[in-house]
């Protein structure tokens, strides 16, 4: 079983079909790479340098060590790369033959390109490759640009306003929840004068600067210019794509998926390998579409290329042109009215001699899809031959097209289009796609209903009291206690949102994998589980719903004042924000769009006690300012709203003690629901058997742990 496996998997490798994009040589081999003038020093070490020299008041040593351990940062991404590709084309794979031993050139051409790429790094490094492996932790930083924010603060020091900005926005950028530090690029852009200088992004990948430049010139009506930024954004689109692929090669980390390795021969060894190597190259569409450091669904990023030339390529009188986009679009969305409508009407303006079924998607989309498709196959046939957990992602979630005014982007003649056909279906912005109602019965007694929406100055809100009784909230806080661990849920960053608190939190599974340990009782385990069940009850009842609310993340988290950093605070626990959508207060909108989780429904949150100070829960307009209700959390007291951007919230600042809740939060989607919770829920169901001295079934908790 395991050969015919790993034999599969290996054919079906060879079938992906290479890309049809040009790179940056257009097609051909990298040139040989050629060594460094000096060893290349690790950027882990230069980064630890720097925030040493930072947190010791030497500036000037720290701008000095973070600004070249970025370079090192960038460098070693490059010489990855260009090796990479630099083997792929000296060292292509040998297709496999067939009888005895015809596995052998291929495992051959395998180990060359291995032994290629590691002596091209050696080389351009300068030295071992293993000097630059680094911690999760420094991995994670770099991600999230946290060198950006030391930078921001060192430059202020040194009185250098203008990279100090270029600095904080290159980190908002990647963290645009993080308030402060919004804060701090309008007080720069205060100082400095609105106009002095631009904003930069320092990271700002190629690709979504000349789409951004397309934007810009579609909306000025200048279509030539928007098709030239455009085309270029797809070509660098695809070369990162490539370059992103290309990093995938070597080790590989997991964190997403339960991936098992296997300790059998070669074959499987290689097959266990190179699926490791395929979910990270297929998981670049994630990478090259959203923030840094964000793991949610992707943007609608790629298709909206195509659906900006469709449109742009019909005003400069490209009907094959535009009709090729469109039909490139519909290959993500196939259902989109409006394209097909202009599909319709694109091929109603083609020459007579022009067969309509003739014209194709664009070719370069078409080779990405099928690629990216039997990727996906691939993995599934891994996923079950060879025994892992795999969940593929929605990579093109569709929220209705572009967000303009009209279907066809602002600037069009309304009253012409129509003239000419074309669908000019308006796209409001994301909103609820359901009805609104509330005041569905409570379920459980002594409950006791506070507020509603109109109460609470909003939309689909409700507060109520009771859900917990005192003995309830004494009993999860002392198993609080025995199962949190600090940054558990925010990547284990001790405090993720603000640094004059510590945050500690814990999973419904983990705690009854601790309670069946014996490391906390079972029974208050099992109250955790409980409890959260019951608020699922609670709101799926009082807001009325017609179909399931299902569980997409539930978490018991503390956060703690710390000491000696209380004085004159101004920041917020939790910044101001909407749990399904990006919010911009500057805008007044909030985006449905990656890296928000979109899925999300509703939400709710169960105060577990009130001996802290601080720490209120507030709602706000969509300016993130204006504060519609202040609520005091106590034991037992329950909020709860629709995830969207008609509730934005927040917490103040805990200045003393420690407050504790369990978040929740729903979705309408099954395909969203929480992994760990169907364990759990699995978990909860043997228990239950056992407790009822049923034992037909042979199978043990502890497995399902």
């Given at each position: 079983m395991r050969e015919s496996t790993w034999v599969s998997l290996l054919l079906l490798l060879l079938l992906l079909p290479a890309p049809q994009w040009g790179g940056p040589q257009d097609g051909r081999p990298e040139p040989e790479p050629e060594p460094e003038r000096g060893p290349l020093q690790p950027f882990d070490l230069l980064y630890a340098s720097g925030v040493g020299a930072y947190y010791s008041g030497d500036y000037e040593r720290a701008v000095r060590d973070l600004e070249a351990a970025l370079r090192s940062h960038r460098?070693?991404?490059?010489?990855?790369?260009?090796?990479?590709?630099?083997?792929?084309?000296?060292?292509?794979?040998?297709?496999?033959?067939?009888?005895?031993?015809?596995?052998?050139?291929?495992?051959?051409?395998?180990?060359?390109?291995?032994?290629?790429?590691?002596?091209?790094?050696?080389?351009?490094?300068?030295?071992?490759?293993?000097?630059?492996?680094?911690?999760?932790?420094?991995?994670?930083?770099?991600?999230?640009?946290?060198?950006?924010?030391?930078?921001?603060?060192?430059?202020?020091?040194?009185?250098?306003?203008?990279?100090?900005?270029?600095?904080?926005h290159t980190f908002f950028m990647a963290n645009p929840e993080h308030m402060e530090m919004q804060q701090n690029i309008e007080d720069y852009r205060a100082t400095a004068g609105v106009d002095t200088f631009q904003l930069v992004d320092r990271e700002a990948r190629r690709h979504l600067e000349s789409y951004n430049a397309g934007v810009k010139h579609y909306e000025a009506d200048d279509f030539e210019a928007a098709i030239k930024y455009f085309e270029q954004a797809l070509r660098e689109y695809y070369n990162e794509d490539m370059e992103c692929r290309a990093l995938c090669e070597g080790p590989q980390r997991f964190e997403e998926y339960e991936y098992l390795g296997y300790k059998g021969g070669l074959y499987e060894a290689i097959a266990d390998h190179y699926v490791q190597v395929l979910v990270c190259q297929h998981e670049c569409v994630r990478e090259l579409a959203t923030r840094p450091g964000r793991l949610s669904p992707i943007e609608n990023f790629l298709p909206l290329h195509y659906d900006y030339l469709q449109f742009a390529y019909y005003r400069v009188g490209e009907y094959v042109k535009a009709l090729e986009c469109s039909k490139a679009y519909l290959m993500f969305h196939p259902d989109d009215e409006d394209v097909l409508d202009n599909v319709d009407y694109y091929e109603s303006l083609l020459d007579h001699s022009i067969d309509p079924a003739s014209i194709e998607a664009r070719e370069d989309l078409a080779a990405f899809v099928k690629r990216h498709n039997l990727?996906?196959?691939?993995?599934?046939?891994?996923?079950?031959?060879?025994?892992?957990?795999?969940?593929?992602?929605?990579?093109?979630?569709?929220?209705?097209?572009?967000?303009?005014?009209?279907?066809?982007?602002?600037?069009?003649?309304?009253?012409?289009?129509?003239?000419?056909?074309?669908?000019?279906?308006?796209?409001?912005?994301?909103?609820?796609?359901?009805?609104?109602?509330?005041?569905?019965?409570?379920?459980?007694?002594?409950?006791?209903?506070?507020?509603?929406?109109?109460?609470?100055?909003?939309?689909?809100?409700?507060?109520?009291?009771?859900?917990?009784?005192?003995?309830?909230?004494?009993?999860?806080?002392?198993?609080?206690?025995?199962?949190?661990?600090?940054?558990?849920?925010?990547?284990?960053?001790?405090?993720?949102?603000?640094?004059?608190?510590?945050?500690?939190?814990?999973?419904?599974?983990?705690?009854?994998?601790?309670?069946?340990?014996?490391?906390?009782?079972?029974?208050?385990?099992?109250?955790?589980?409980?409890?959260?069940?019951?608020?699922?009850?609670?709101?799926?009842?009082?807001?009325?719903?017609?179909?399931?609310?299902?569980?997409?993340?539930?978490?018991?988290?503390?956060?703690?004042?710390?000491s000696g950093q209380q004085d004159r605070r101004n920041d917020l626990s939790h910044p101001i924000h909407a749990d399904n959508c990006l919010l911009d207060p500057e805008a007044n909108e909030c985006w449905k769009e990656p890296p928000a989780y979109t899925f999300r429904d509703y939400s709710a949150l169960l105060y577990m006690n009130d001996d802290f100070e601080g720490g209120e829960f507030i709602f706000t307009e969509m300016d993130a300012k204006t504060v519609t209700a202040s609520i005091k959390p106590k034991c037992g007291r329950m909020i709860s709203f629709s995830s969207g951007g008609e509730n934005p919230h927040g917490v103040k600042a805990v200045t003393k003690g420690q407050r504790c809740a369990v978040a929740l939060w729903f979705t309408l989607d099954p395909l969203y629901r929480e992994l760990e919770r169907i364990q759990a829920d699995e978990v909860i169901a043997i228990l239950d058997q056992e407790q009822r001295g049923k034992h037909g079934l042979n199978i043990n908790p502890r497995d399902e742990l």
């Open positions: 460098r070693l991404r490059d010489i990855r790369t260009r090796c990479a590709r630099h083997c792929a084309a000296r060292r292509p794979l040998a297709p496999l033959g067939a009888g005895p031993g015809a596995e052998l050139p291929f495992f051959r051409a395998l180990l060359e390109r291995a032994r290629c790429s590691r002596s091209c790094q050696r080389q351009r490094l300068g030295g071992p490759v293993s000097r630059h492996r680094v911690s999760e932790d420094v991995r994670s930083d770099f991600q999230r640009r946290v060198p950006y924010n030391y930078l921001q603060r060192a430059y202020i020091k040194l009185n250098q306003l203008e990279k100090a900005m270029e600095a904080a990727e996906s196959e691939l993995i599934k046939s891994a996923a079950e031959g060879l025994g892992f957990l795999y969940s593929e992602p929605n990579y093109w979630i569709s929220y209705g097209g572009r967000q303009d005014e009209n279907r066809v982007p602002s600037g069009v003649n309304v009253e012409g289009a129509e003239v000419h056909g074309l669908s000019m279906g308006k796209k409001s912005p994301p909103k609820i796609d359901r009805d609104l109602r509330e005041g569905g019965p409570l379920l459980y007694e002594n409950i006791t209903f506070v507020y509603n929406s109109e109460q609470l100055n909003g939309t689909q809100r409700v507060l109520l009291d009771n859900v917990l009784s005192e003995e309830q909230c004494r009993e999860l806080h002392s198993v609080a206690s025995g199962i949190m661990l600090v940054g558990d849920g925010y990547r284990g960053k001790t405090s993720p949102h603000t640094p004059n608190e510590k945050f500690e939190g814990a999973t419904v599974l983990k705690a009854l994998k601790f309670g069946y340990e014996g490391r906390v009782p079972l029974k208050s385990a099992r109250l955790f589980y409980d409890i959260s069940e019951k608020a699922r009850k609670i709101v799926e009842s009082y807001f009325m719903l017609n179909s399931t609310l299902y569980f997409s993340y539930t978490h018991m988290v503390c956060r703690t004042a710390l």
